[in-house]
C-alpha cells in the first residue's frame, strides 16, 4: 500500500503538473495568435524591441574595406573650388592677383578700383606669375562688357567681379571662371567657389567710408521695434503693438501711427525688416547695416554676402516668411543681451567689410586667399570678431592668442615680458643709459638694437644681464617697424637712442600695457586737431589737455602691428614715412588707431627732463614746430586712409598712490614722482 | 544547459537552478506554496511574451540539442505519424507534449496505475523528465524577458522586430519623383506645421515599423538594423518627439535607408510613397549612411524621395543641396566597441598614418612613395593577409609584417589620412576623430559632416586629390601650436556629434531645429568651442570699441532713505555738472512720502522721484525706463565731496571705457594666507580691484543684469544684509566683462559730516569682517574669483603736471 500511495501521488503530482502545462501552454498560445495590445493612456515611443541586440549592423563587417576605390572622383555638372581652380600656382608667396586692363575708356570709378588694386599686396603685373586673373565688370551703367579677355584658358583662375548685377548679355562662357557678384540667388550660386559680394549703391564710396551710424551700444528708449522697406526706397517704422504683422498688407487693418522717412535716410528702429526677394532688396540690407539696425530677412532668395566667412546669425536674423507671428514674437522677446549683441556685430562688419568699394575688393580677395591657405586661413574668430579679417593677417599668426585683440576671448593674457627695441639714427652714440635702464625693468626679456647710421658699431657694449642684438646697417625710417624674425615677445618698447626713461618708468607703462594689450602705451603725446583757417588737418606736439597720438620714440605696443605697418600699409604711405621721417610716428599712430578705433594711452614722464632733453628733438619723430612738415603729413595720410581715425583722450594712467600725500615707502613706483 | 547559459543573460544563469528545484519539490512532495507560486508567476502576463522568432536563432546550438531530444520523444512516444523537425518552434513542441500526454494519460492512464511494474519505471521516469522538460522551456520565457527589460519602460510596447505587420506593396504602387535639387527650406519644407510650438523645438513624428514585401512576399529590405533602431530609439527619446502625428513637423520614415546596398530601390521609394503623411516627402527626414552601390557609387541616396530632407553620409558638392539637406557622418561600429581613452596633444611617434584597406592602387602607391621618402614618420598599413584567425582582421591592420591593433595605432600618429574609396564618406573618419588624429580628408568636392555648423577648419586639413604627393610639406608647414589645437578639437569633434548613432541623430535634428528657429538657433561658439575654450572665454556684453558721444550726458541716481537735508545738497552739486542729462531720486522710505515738489532745489535738468515698493538696496540698480542714457551715476545721498569737475572727468573716462565701472574710491580684494580665504582691503594700497559705488559712472546695461542675470541667491543676500551691493556691482562686471575697474582721480574716501560721528576703530573692524565675507561668499557663487588687479587709476592728462591751472580742463580735481 505504501508504494501504491507512493505512486498514487507520484502520479497526481504528475497530472498537476500536466494540467499546468496544458493550461500555459493554452494560454501562451492564445497569447500568440492576439498580439498584445498597447496599455491606453500611456505615451507611445518607439518601441524597445526585444530583440535589438540581436539586429544586424547597417554595414556589413567586409563591406566598408571593401568598398573598393575608383580613381575617379565624381563629378556634377559645374564647378567647385578643387575641380575648377588650380592652386599649383599659388605656392609660395600666396595670392598674386593679375587684373586685365580695360579694354577702352574706363570710367573714374573703374580707375580707382584698379589703382587700389595695384596699390594692394595682392597685386602683380605679370599675367604668368599670377595666381587669380581679375576680370573686373564695373561699369554696369555705361553699357561697356568686357570681352574675352586674352589668357582666359576656359575661365580657369578666373574670377569676373561684378560690384552691380550684370546688364551684359553673357558674351562669352564664364567656364571655369567663378564669378564674385552681388546678391546673386541662391539657386546659381556654387558656395564655396563662388563670392558673394553686397549690394553697393551707385555712390558708395571707393575709400574709408562712412562709419557705422551706432553711436551708443543699446537701443535708445523708445525707438521703434521695428522698421519697414518702403517700396520707393526708405523707411517705415512700424508700431508693433496694434497689428498682427505689420508687413503683411493681408492682415494688416490700420496702418497705424507708422513713420515714413522718404529717401535715403538710415532707419531709426532695433530691427529693420527685409523682405524683398530680388537681390536689389540687398542695399536695403546695407543700409540697415551701417544704420546698426538689425536686418530681419524673410526668406531670401540672394546669398548673403561674404557668407562663406561671415557669421551672419551674429548680426542679422534669417527667418522664414511663412511664420510672421513667430518672427514678430521672437523679436518682441528677444534679450536684451542677444539685441545688444546684434547691433554691435552689425556695425563691426559694415565697418569692417562694407563700408567701402575698396574694403569690399579686399574681403574678395582675402576670401580667396583664405580657401588657397587651407589650413592657415583666417580661423572663424578672426573673421567674426573686431578688428575684422583685413586687419589681422593670418600671416602673422593663425593662433588667436598671438594677435592682441582675442585675449579675452581664448582666456589668455600676453606674456609678461617685452623686447626693447633701440633705434640709433645719425648722431651715432651708442645709448648706454637707455640700454641699462631698460635691463634694469624685471620685465624685460631682450634688448635689440637698430644701429642705423655711417659709423662703425662700437666694438664694446655695456655689461647687462639681458640678451643684447645688434641688427646693423643703414635702414630706412620704415625699418624701424619691420617685424624683425629677432623679436620673441608680445610686447615691444620702441625707444630712440637719445630717448631717456627711468626703469621705474619702464615698469610701469609695461604693466599697464599688459591691461590695453591692443593699444599703444607712450609717454610722451601730440595730437592733431581740425584747422579751420587752412581746411586741413593740424598738428601740435605741445601739452594740451588732450592727446590722439603717442611719440614712437618711448612706447609700448604689440609687435603684431609691426608685421600689419610693412605688409599691409599701402607701399605709397611707407614710401611717404621714408621721405619725410617724423611721418612715422603719424602713420602707426593712424594705423593703430584705425585698427583698435580707440585713442592711444598716456602714462606719466618724469616732467623735468623731459623739459631738458626732449625726446622729440632731432630724432625721427616730430620736431619742434618751425621745422615740422607734420600738418603736411597728417593731410596726407588722412586722404590715404580715407577718413579720420585718430581719437582723443583726455586722462593719463598714473599709478594708484601717484603724488598722493602718503608716505613715498608705501609707493611701489616712488621714482616716477622724484624732482 | 551550459550551452543555453552563452545565449542567456547571467540573472536567467543564476536563477534556473532555483526554478528547478520548484519543479523537483512539486513532483515529490507535493509543495502546495510552491505550485502555487509558481502558477502564480507563470500565469503573469509577461510570461508570454517571448516570440517564437527568439528561440530561432541558428547560433543556439544548445537549443537546437534541446529540440532535437524533444522531437526524438514526440516521434516515438506519441506515435507522431512523421518524424518531428527540431527546427519546429519550441513552445508548440512543448505544447504538443504535454497535450500528447494527457491524450494518453486520459485514455490509458486509469488502467494503467495498478498494472504498473517495475518495467514502466523506465517510462514514468521519461514522462516525468518531459514534463520537466517541458516547464523548464515555458521558464525560459519567463527569464527570457527580464534580461532584456529595463524597469522604466514598462509603458514602451514589447515586441519582436520579427512581428511588425507586412504591408505588401503592389507592383504598380506609385513612386516618388527623384529628389529634387532645388529644393530649398523655403520652397520644399511646409514650415506651417511647425508653428506650434513656443518653446523653439522642432516636433518629429516616427511612423510605426513594418515590413515592406513585394507582390510575391519578397521583403524590400531588411526591415530594421541595429543603428537605425538606435537612431530612432534616440529621436524617441529626445524633446523632440511626439506621438501625435498631428502636431509633428517632421516626419522620420521607420523605413530603414541607412545602407543603400540592402534594399531594393524601387520597391523602398513605393514604400516611402504610401506612408499616410508622405505627401511629396514635404517634411520627411530620411537618414542615409551609404549611398550610392557599384559601379558608379552616386553620393546621394539614389531612391527617388521626391522633396524628402536628406542626412545623408558622403554628400559631394553636386548633390548636396546646401541649406536643405545634412550632411553627416559614417557611423563607425567600432565607436562603440573600442574605448580608445583621451590621449594629450603633442607630438607622436608616427607623423602620418594611413590605415585604410581597399585602397585604390594608384592612392596606395602615392602613400608607399611618401613613405619611402619620408622613412620612418609615415606609416601606411593595409589588410593583413597572413593572420590565422579570420574574425578579428578587422581589428588588425599590417605593415610588411609588422602587425598593430586597430583603431588604436591612430593614436600613435599626428595625422592620418582619411581618403575616399568608392564613396566619399568614410567611417574611418569617425576612428580618426576618436584617435585625437588629425584627419588628412583628401576627397575631392566631399561634404564634411555637419559642415553646416562645424568648422572643420580647426579639426582637419583638406588636401586637394592632385596634391597628395605634396601632402607631407603641406603638413609640416602647420605650426605646431596649431596642430596641437586641431587634435583637441578633432576628440570633441568626436565626442559631441560622432560618438554614437544618438549624438549624429540628436546634431541632425538640432540643425534642422536652428534652421526653422533661427533666432533661437545655436552659436558657431556653442558648436564648435571644446568645454574647456567654453569655459575660459569671456564675451563682453559691450565688444564694440565705440566712444558715445559727450552730449548724451548722464542720468544720475541718487537713492534714498530720508535723509532729505543732504539728499538736498548732493541734487544742488551733482546738478553743477556739464553733462548731467537727468537726475532720478529713488525714494526708497515707504513710511514717509518724499517732499512736496516746491520744496526741491530748482536745477535746469529734469528730475525724477521713483517711489519703491520696499527698502532693498537692490532698488538702486534696477533698471528703470526713466534711464534714457547709457551712462548712469549711481550715488549715495550723503556723498557731498565731489567736485563737479571730479565727476565731469568721471563721465569722460567713462566715456573712453564704457564697459567698465569708472569710481572714485578703490578698494582691493587680497589672499589671506593664514586663514586661507579672501580678505577686503581699504589700506593704501598700490593696486585696485573694484571701486565703491557710492559715487560710480557705468553702462545701464548692467542694472539690467544686476537685476536679472545675478548669478545664485547673491541679490537676495545682498538685499537681506543691507551690505556689500557694490562689492556684488563689482563682481558682476568684472566677471561679464573680464575687465578690470577704472579708478578715477587720488579720492580715497567719501567723507560725509554724518557719519563721521559714528566712524569708530570698533565699527570698522566689523564692517572690514562682513565686507571680507561678502567677497568670500560671491567668490564662491560665482566659482571663480572674477575681479581684476590693476595699478593705473585715471587722472585728467596734466593733473599734477607744473602747467598753469588755468589752462586745464579739469583744474579742481578735488582732494584724498
Avoid at chain 2, 574669483?785 to 603736471?801: G, I, N, Q, S, T
Wanted: charged content about 20%; overall charge neutral; glycine content about 6%.
Amino acid at each position: 500500500m505504501q508504494s501504491w500511495r507512493r505512486r498514487k501521488s507520484l502520479w497526481l503530482a504528475l497530472s498537476a503538473s500536466w494540467l499546468l502545462l496544458v493550461l500555459l501552454g493554452g494560454f501562451s498560445l492564445l497569447r500568440l495568435a492576439l498580439p498584445p495590445r498597447p496599455r491606453p493612456g500611456a505615451p507611445q515611443g518607439w518601441p524597445r524591441w526585444l530583440d535589438a541586440e540581436l539586429l544586424q549592423s547597417f554595414s556589413q563587417a567586409g563591406e566598408l574595406p571593401e568598398d573598393a576605390a575608383s580613381p575617379q572622383a565624381p563629378h556634377g555638372g559645374s564647378c567647385n573650388w578643387g575641380a575648377c581652380f588650380d592652386t599649383s600656382k599659388c605656392r609660395g608667396d600666396g595670392l598674386k592677383v593679375f587684373v586685365y586692363p580695360a579694354s577702352g575708356p574706363i570710367s573714374e570709378t573703374h580707375h580707382r578700383i584698379l589703382a587700389s588694386i595695384e596699390g594692394s599686396r595682392f597685386h602683380t603685373f605679370s599675367p604668368a606669375g599670377a595666381c587669380l586673373l581679375l576680370l573686373l565688370s564695373l561699369d554696369a551703367q555705361t553699357g561697356e562688357c568686357s570681352s574675352m579677355p586674352l589668357q582666359w584658358n576656359r575661365g580657369r583662375n578666373h574670377l569676373v567681379l561684378r560690384l552691380h548685377p550684370a546688364p551684359c548679355p553673357k558674351t562669352f562662357q564664364l567656364g571655369q571662371a567663378m564669378v564674385a557678384e552681388a546678391s546673386p540667388t541662391v539657386d546659381s550660386f556654387r558656395p564655396g567657389f563662388d563670392v558673394a559680394l553686397p549690394f553697393l549703391p551707385e555712390a558708395h564710396p571707393l575709400r574709408g567710408g562712412a562709419p557705422g551710424q551706432l553711436q551708443q551700444h543699446s537701443p535708445q528708449p523708445g525707438i521703434a521695434l521695428l522698421a519697414l522697406e518702403e517700396e520707393r526706397g526708405g523707411w517705415r517704422t512700424a508700431d508693433t503693438g496694434s497689428s498682427a504683422c505689420p508687413w503683411d498688407a493681408r492682415c494688416e487693418q490700420d496702418p497705424g501711427p507708422g513713420q515714413t522717412q522718404r529717401g535715403e535716410t538710415l532707419p531709426n528702429a532695433t530691427f529693420c525688416l527685409i523682405s524683398g526677394h530680388r537681390p536689389e532688396a540687398a542695399s536695403r540690407f546695407l543700409q540697415a547695416l551701417q544704420a546698426g539696425c538689425i536686418p530681419v530677412l524673410l526668406s531670401p532668395r540672394w546669398e548673403l554676402p561674404f557668407s562663406e566667412v561671415i557669421d551672419w546669425t551674429k548680426a542679422a536674423i534669417v527667418a522664414d516668411e511663412r511664420l510672421p507671428l513667430q518672427v514678430l514674437a521672437a523679436l518682441q522677446e528677444m534679450s536684451p543681451a542677444r539685441v545688444l549683441a546684434l547691433r554691435q556685430q552689425t556695425q563691426f562688419l559694415w565697418d569692417a567689410y562694407f563700408s567701402s568699394v575698396e574694403k569690399v575688393i579686399h574681403t574678395t580677395l582675402e576670401v580667396i586667399q583664405d580657401r588657397i591657405f587651407g589650413t592657415s586661413a583666417h580661423p572663424s574668430l578672426l573673421w567674426n570678431s573686431p578688428p575684422g579679417a583685413l586687419l589681422a593677417l593670418s600671416t602673422f599668426s593663425t593662433s588667436p592668442q598671438d594677435f592682441p585683440f582675442y585675449h579675452l576671448q581664448q582666456g589668455s593674457r600676453p606674456e609678461g615680458r617685452f623686447s626693447a627695441l633701440i633705434w640709433v639714427g645719425p648722431p651715432g652714440q651708442p645709448p648706454l643709459k637707455l640700454i641699462q635702464a631698460v635691463a634694469g625693468s624685471q620685465h624685460c626679456a631682450q634688448i635689440l638694437v637698430l644701429w642705423s647710421n655711417e659709423r662703425p658699431l662700437p666694438s664694446s657694449w655695456p655689461e647687462t644681464a639681458m640678451p643684447l642684438t645688434v641688427i646693423d646697417g643703414h635702414r630706412k625710417v620704415s625699418d624701424r617697424f619691420f617685424p624683425y624674425s629677432t623679436i620673441r615677445t608680445d610686447a615691444i618698447l620702441s625707444l630712440d637712442a637719445r630717448s631717456s626713461l627711468s626703469t621705474s618708468e619702464v615698469d610701469f607703462a609695461f604693466v599697464v600695457w599688459q591691461s590695453f594689450p591692443e593699444r599703444m602705451v607712450g609717454f610722451l603725446t601730440s595730437s592733431h586737431f581740425w584747422d579751420e583757417a587752412h581746411g586741413g588737418w593740424g598738428y601740435t606736439a605741445e601739452r594740451t589737455n588732450e592727446f590722439s597720438m603717442v611719440l614712437t620714440t618711448a612706447a609700448f605696443y604689440h609687435r603684431y602691428y609691426h608685421t600689419l605697418f610693412t605688409h599691409s600699409l599701402p607701399k605709397a604711405l611707407r614710401t611717404l614715412a621714408d621721405e619725410a621721417p617724423t611721418c612715422v610716428d603719424v602713420l602707426m599712430n593712424f594705423l593703430v588707431a584705425a585698427v583698435t578705433k580707440l585713442p592711444p594711452i598716456k602714462v606719466p614722464y618724469g616732467k623735468q627732463r623731459q623739459e631738458a632733453a626732449p625726446l622729440a628733438s632731432g630724432g625721427p619723430g616730430p620736431r619742434p614746430k618751425p621745422q615740422a612738415p607734420a600738418p603736411n603729413c597728417v593731410n596726407q595720410i588722412a586722404a590715404a586712409f580715407g577718413h579720420m581715425p585718430l581719437l582723443s583722450s583726455r586722462l593719463r594712467l598714473d599709478p594708484v598712490l601717484f603724488k598722493d600725500p602718503v608716505s613715498v615707502q608705501r609707493k611701489k613706483y616712488r621714482s616716477l614722482e622724484k624732482p | 544547459m551550459g550551452s543555453w547559459g552563452l545565449s542567456l543573460a547571467p540573472p536567467a544563469m543564476l536563477t534556473l537552478p532555483l526554478y528547478l528545484q520548484g519543479i523537483i519539490n512539486l513532483g515529490v512532495s507535493e509543495n502546495k506554496l510552491c505550485f502555487d507560486l509558481l502558477s502564480w508567476r507563470l500565469s503573469q502576463s509577461d510570461m508570454q511574451r517571448v516570440e517564437p522568432s527568439l528561440l530561432q536563432y541558428a547560433d543556439w546550438r544548445g537549443h537546437l540539442f534541446l529540440r532535437e531530444e524533444v522531437a526524438k520523444f514526440l516521434s516515438f512516444y506519441c506515435k507522431s505519424p512523421a518524424p518531428l523537425r527540431p527546427e519546429n518552434e519550441c513552445e508548440k513542441e512543448a505544447v504538443c507534449v504535454i497535450m500528447c500526454a494527457s491524450v494518453k494519460y486520459n485514455i490509458r492512464g486509469p488502467a494503467l496505475i495498478p498494472r504498473m511494474k517495475t518495467k514502466h519505471r523506465i517510462y514514468y521516469i521519461t514522462l516525468f523528465s518531459i514534463v520537466l522538460l517541458g516547464l523548464i522551456a515555458t521558464g525560459m520565457f519567463q527569464f527570457w524577458p527580464h534580461s532584456i527589460e529595463s524597469s522604466n519602460d514598462w509603458n514602451v510596447e514589447k515586441r519582436s522586430v520579427r512581428d511588425v505587420p507586412v504591408v505588401r506593396l503592389p507592383a504598380d504602387s506609385p513612386i516618388p519623383e527623384r529628389g529634387d535639387l532645388s529644393c530649398r527650406m523655403h520652397t520644399c519644407f511646409d514650415v506651417y506645421r511647425c508653428g506650434f510650438n513656443p518653446k523653439n523645438k522642432i516636433k518629429v513624428y516616427i511612423y510605426a515599423l513594418k515590413k515592406y514585401v513585394d507582390d510575391f512576399g519578397v521583403p524590400v529590405s531588411n526591415t530594421i538594423s541595429r543603428e537605425y533602431n538606435e537612431l530612432l530609439t534616440a529621436i524617441s527619446d529626445s524633446d523632440y518627439y511626439t506621438d501625435d502625428i498631428n502636431r509633428a513637423c517632421l516626419f522620420v520614415p521607420s523605413i530603414d535607408v541607412l545602407n543603400q546596398n540592402t534594399l531594393r530601390i524601387k520597391e523602398t521609394a513605393q514604400a516611402l510613397a504610401q506612408l499616410s503623411r508622405w505627401d511629396r516627402g514635404t517634411n520627411h527626414l530620411l537618414f542615409n549612411m551609404l549611398p550610392g552601390g557599384p559601379p558608379d557609387y552616386n553620393t546621394a541616396l539614389d531612391v527617388p524621395r521626391d522633396r524628402a530632407l536628406l542626412a545623408g553620409g558622403g554628400f559631394s558638392t553636386w548633390t548636396y543641396r546646401q541649406g536643405y539637406d545634412v550632411s553627416i557622418p559614417v557611423y563607425s561600429p567600432l565607436s562603440a566597441e573600442v574605448d580608445l581613452p583621451e590621449k594629450g596633444p603633442g607630438p607622436r611617434r608616427y607623423f602620418l598614418i594611413s590605415s585604410q584597406v581597399g585602397l585604390h592602387p594608384e592612392y596606395r602607391e602615392d602613400l608607399e612613395a611618401l613613405q619611402v621618402k619620408h622613412g620612418e614618420s609615415v606609416l601606411v598599413l593595409d589588410k593583413c593577409t597572413n593572420l590565422s584567425e579570420g574574425g578579428l582582421s578587422i581589428r588588425k591592420r599590417c605593415h610588411k609584417h609588422q602587425v598593430f591593433d586597430y583603431p588604436q595605432v591612430l593614436q600613435e600618429a599626428t595625422f592620418c589620412v582619411v581618403l575616399r574609396g568608392a564613396r566619399l564618406g568614410q567611417a574611418i573618419l569617425s576612428d580618426v576623430l576618436q584617435a585625437g588624429c588629425v584627419p588628412v580628408v583628401i576627397a575631392d568636392s566631399y561634404i564634411l559632416p555637419f559642415s553646416e555648423v562645424l568648422d572643420w577648419k580647426r579639426a582637419s586639413v583638406v588636401v586637394p586629390e592632385e596634391k597628395m604627393s605634396d601632402v607631407y610639406s603641406i603638413l609640416q608647414s602647420i605650426p605646431q601650436r596649431q596642430i596641437e589645437e586641431m587634435q583637441r578639437q578633432a576628440r570633441w569633434f568626436w565626442e559631441a556629434y560622432f560618438q554614437s548613432i544618438k549624438a549624429i541623430a540628436l546634431a541632425t535634428l538640432q540643425i534642422i531645429n536652428d534652421r526653422i528657429y533661427p533666432y533661437a538657433a545655436i552659436s558657431y561658439e556653442e558648436w564648435n568651442d571644446p568645454p574647456a575654450v567654453k569655459w575660459g572665454s569671456v564675451s563682453n556684453p559691450l565688444f564694440l570699441p565705440l566712444i558715445p558721444p559727450q552730449s548724451q550726458g548722464f542720468t544720475a541716481i541718487v537713492l534714498t532713505y530720508d535723509r532729505v537735508e543732504s539728499l538736498f545738497r548732493v541734487i544742488t552739486e551733482v546738478s553743477k555738472v556739464p553733462s548731467l542729462s537727468k537726475l532720478l531720486v529713488v525714494w526708497n522710505n515707504q513710511n514717509k512720502n518724499p517732499p512736496e515738489d516746491s520744496l526741491w532745489p530748482k536745477i535746469r535738468v529734469p528730475l525724477k522721484v521713483v517711489r519703491t515698493a520696499e527698502n532693498k538696496l537692490s532698488n538702486r540698480f534696477f533698471p528703470y525706463d526713466e534711464i534714457e542714457t547709457e551712462a548712469v551715476l549711481a550715488i549715495d545721498d550723503d556723498i557731498i565731496m565731489l567736485t563737479s569737475d571730479e565727476l565731469q572727468f568721471g563721465y569722460e573716462v567713462w566715456r573712453e571705457f564704457p564697459d567698465r565701472l569708472v569710481g572714485y574710491p578703490g578698494r582691493l580684494h587680497l589672499w589671506d594666507h593664514e586663514m586661507n580665504k579672501w580678505k577686503y582691503e581699504s589700506e593704501w594700497t598700490n593696486e585696485v580691484s573694484m571701486v565703491l559705488t557710492g559715487a560710480a559712472f557705468y553702462h545701464k546695461y548692467f542694472n539690467y543684469l544686476y537685476t536679472y542675470k545675478m548669478p545664485g541667491d547673491i541679490k537676495n543676500w545682498v538685499d537681506a544684509h543691507m551690505n556689500c551691493e557694490d562689492i556684488a556691482m563689482n563682481f558682476l562686471v568684472a566677471n561679464v566683462t573680464g575687465k578690470a575697474v577704472i579708478k578715477v582721480t587720488p579720492r580715497k574716501k567719501f567723507k560725509c559730516p554724518e557719519c563721521t560721528a559714528i566712524d569708530g576703530l570698533s565699527l570698522d573692524q566689523t564692517h572690514m569682517v562682513e565686507r571680507s565675507e561678502c567677497i568670500n561668499k560671491f567668490a564662491s557663487v560665482f566659482g571663480t574669483m572674477p575681479l581684476k588687479v590693476v595699478e593705473h587709476r585715471a587722472d585728467p592728462v596734466l593733473y599734477k603736471d607744473d602747467f598753469p591751472e588755468k589752462l586745464k580742463s579739469f583744474p579742481n580735481i578735488g582732494s584724498l
